[in-house]
């Protein structure tokens, strides 16, 4: 009798025990210094050197024409816009950084391209263009910037692998479209793998993610988030996607870490901010993280200075 109960337990353990041993995904959090202003709407990436950049933004009074760059632990403003912008999508290609759009009662179809201590404008968009998110992909074995969602008119719905030319000229691909145009969507990529989460459309917030990688003619949908959520995060490392605070409808802030991994019924919750955030500039580097300024509160003037290092696990 003995024997078969323990067979009887023993059993439905070991059904378990692939999902049992499967890292279990978290994020460790952590102030890392402060932005030179509080900004809201920032763009941000990395430097060639791995230097945090930030782009433009809003203070909660007004847009900046600054670009401040963090080297050694000091931040200092390397290039200046030609007009004061917040909500432009930036990155670099060759090399050289690129910002896209963005503006301030208006969105602006400008190209720029820093050349020096200043950005000149290099061509126009098709069309008046902000709230979109760049990330950095490599396609076929050519690096360049992908580009998800945006605000030009209809809410984007294409996605575009973007890569520079000579001249400092860039060519566009549409790489797949959404389902829905969005804009604040919060994009990760891992390897060849791209995932958007939440955003806004033209009937308000959504709750969709989606997952897309080469040779797929339209993206994978992914369980829905727990919450419609616009301007969060997203990272992504060893398989994990993880959405990071976000506004949410009745203007509530988020401070939840929400995490997805293949194979799980839905999103769980590894974490907690310290306090609630929103419309943040954000970048990756390998398993670090970053958020950079932000909101606390439904307001523009809660815009902060804060930066935060996420140790994703």
Sequence with gaps: MLRKRFLGSLFPALLLLPFACQAQAGVRV????????????VAACLSPAGDLETVGGFTGRRSLTEIYERSNGRWSAVAQLPRPTHDAAAGYLNGSLFIFGGGQAYSTRALLRVQGSHAVHVAYL???????????YRLHGVDGLIMVGGHGGPDVRKVYFIRSMNGGHTRWRTLFSLPVGVRYTAVAVEGSTVFVAGGLSARGRVDSAWSWQPGEAAPQRLPSLPRPLEKAAAFAWEGTVYVVGGLGNGGRISADILAYHAGQRGWRRVGRLPGPLADMGYVQQG?????????????SHSAGRRVWHLRLQ
Aim: zero cysteines; a neutral charge.
């Design 126 to 136: 098709g069309h008046p263009l902000s709230d979109a998110v760049t990330r950095p």
């Design 30 to 41: 952590s102030a890392d210094g402060q932005l030179p202003l509080p900004m809201i709407g």
């Design 287 to 299: 398993r670090n993280g970053y958020l950079l300024g932000g909101m606390s509160g439904p307001s």
